[in-house]
């Protein structure tokens, strides 16, 4: 308990003075994250690339991923990927993308593969997904990102004011963008799950930054005549130790998944466990460093004088 006591108690880090080595490293993620999806792309899945994909589990123990690859070397099966899942290593992931095969090609590919194998291996699962079907799911992956960034940031618009949206919106594209970059750098699996995962983290991430701007509207009212550096610093400090606690107890249970979890759970349990990290590190050094660019209580009076013109009589 002594390890973690530091963090469930008041703070006084000056966490701004860092905030320039936080946008350099922020920026330096940002273009890392470009070239890796320029040069490397994504490892879609069979959702989005269209194909087939099959698990099986070999009754003989070990599978020799060689000689199953020879064995079905003689059916030409487009962009062939052999991968031993598992921790016993008699598990088998099969998948030939085919971005001109039709779901009548892909059948007989199943069960060429299941005549081959024979009774050597039971099926787990099996997958087919059309390349038509594919890149429809794709751009409704991409629509539902972004239409989850925008209605987001309408909220938070809504709820304080545009200077605050803006810096949610900030830090919500800077979250997700750089997450979507570490799947490509580390060649994690891209599919529907991977999108379940990046708007679950948008939520996350952009909860972690509404908590903090409540604090900071807080204190713009409390502490009238408070530096607003020194305000938003101290606003930090006083939801730092929910903010670790929480972004700790969501790491243990995706990195719980991440190891435990199995290869369907894979890319998920990585979205989650790298978005929380970069959420959490985004939610000081992102979303409030931005509003450090703005008069905070200026625009409070502003928005004070436009509910009250008249002030009080």
């Not at 070397?73 to 052999?82: C, G, H, M, Q, V």
């Not at 618009?157 to 919500?172: D, K, P, Q, S, Y």
């Amino acid at each position: 308990m002594k390890l973690f006591s530091w963090i469930i108690k008041d703070t006084t880090f000056d966490f701004l003075k860092l905030r320039k080595i936080g946008y350099a490293i922020s920026v330096l993620l940002i273009v890392a994250s470009v070239v890796s999806i320029a040069v490397k792309g994504f490892n879609f899945g069979i959702d989005f690339s269209g194909g087939v994909l099959i698990d099986v589990k070999s009754k003989a123990g070990v599978v020799n991923v060689d000689e199953v690859r020879n064995m079905l070397k003689p059916l030409n099966l487009d962009e062939l990927t052999l991968q031993a899942v598992g921790q016993n290593g008699d598990q088998l992931m099969i998948r030939a993308q085919a971005d001109n095969a039709n779901e009548e090609s892909q059948r007989i590919a199943v069960n060429q593969i299941k005549e081959i194998l024979g009774q050597d291996y039971t099926f787990e699962r099996i997958e087919s997904v059309g390349p038509q079907v594919g890149d429809e799911l794709k751009m409704s992956g991409i629509l539902a990102s972004v239409f989850a960034c925008i209605a987001i940031s309408l909220y938070v618009w809504f709820r304080f004011e545009w200077r605050f949206a803006f810096g949610a919106l900030i830090g919500l594209f800077h979250d997700i963008f750089i997450t979507v970059g570490l799947l490509s750098m580390f060649h994690f699996e891209f599919s529907l799950t991977t999108i379940a995962a990046i708007l679950t983290l948008a939520g996350y991430s952009v909860n972690d930054t509404v908590v903090t701007y409540d604090r900071i509207r807080e204190n713009l009212q409390k502490f009238k005549k408070m530096p607003q550096y020194d305000l938003l610093n101290k606003s930090i400090n006083d939801i730092f130790s929910r903010t670790i606690l929480t972004s700790l107890t969501t790491m243990f249970a995706s990195i719980a998944l991440l190891v435990f979890g199995g290869e369907a759970l894979r890319s998920f349990a990585f979205v989650i466990t790298a978005g929380v990290i970069v959420g959490t590190y985004s939610s000081i050094y992102v979303s409030v460093a931005v509003l450090n660019w703005f008069d905070l209580r200026k625009a409070a009076a502003e928005a004070e004088k436009d509910v009250n013109p008249f002030g009080n009589v």
